[in-house]
């Protein structure tokens, strides 16, 4: 390989070409490649902790009181009394 060659398909420089340096194309990507925090991994962890004030469970709509076990979500806060 030369010092100076050219990748036929990107006309990038060998050495810095990703397609010549096997890299996969954006498309052929699955998600674990993609997932470069690990923001897609499995919660290991207990993911109840004690309501510090009352409200309403984003589940199902019921009333949890202060000092109720509850889980963060997408949409709120899920009480383990009645959802979980």
């Keep these: 390989m030369a010092e100076n060659e050219r990748c036929d398909f990107t006309m990038l420089y060998v050495t810095e070409c990703a397609h010549c340096q096997g890299h996969k194309h954006w498309e052929q990507n699955t998600d674990e490649d993609l997932d470069f925090f690990g923001l897609n991994a499995p919660i290991t962890r207990n993911p ?31 009480s383990r009394e009645c959802c979980g």
């Design 48 to 78: 109840w902790f004690a309501a510090k004030f009352p409200g309403h469970c984003s589940e199902c709509g019921s009333h949890f009181t202060a000092g109720g076990q509850i889980a963060k979500t997408s949409s709120g806060y899920m």
